[in-house]
């Protein structure tokens, strides 16, 4: 089947670069990944991910990290798994 439809949509410009970076890096161009969305929206039959609205826990726990609250950094795994006893 040919692809002739045309989807068109707005996003912010800087968001628009970043995503398309990425996406060269993994080979992909703009069309092929829409193309690749759709296909998994059709095979599951709704989007191939959770779309949630964040419990009260998790909202708190996000702000905090973003602030930088209770965030434990370590300079290598080394460090972060004899934290985690691992």
Known sequence: MSKTANIRARVEPRLK?????????LGLTVSETVHLLYRQIKLQRG??????????????TLNASKKGKGVK???S???LYADLAL
């Open 47 to 60: 989007l191939p991910f959770d779309v949630r609205i964040p419990n009260e826990l998790t909202v708190r």
């Open 77 to 79: 795994k080394k460090e």
């Open 17 to 25: 670069i970043e995503v398309e970076n990425i996406l060269s890096d």
């Open 73 to 75: 950094r370590f300079g």
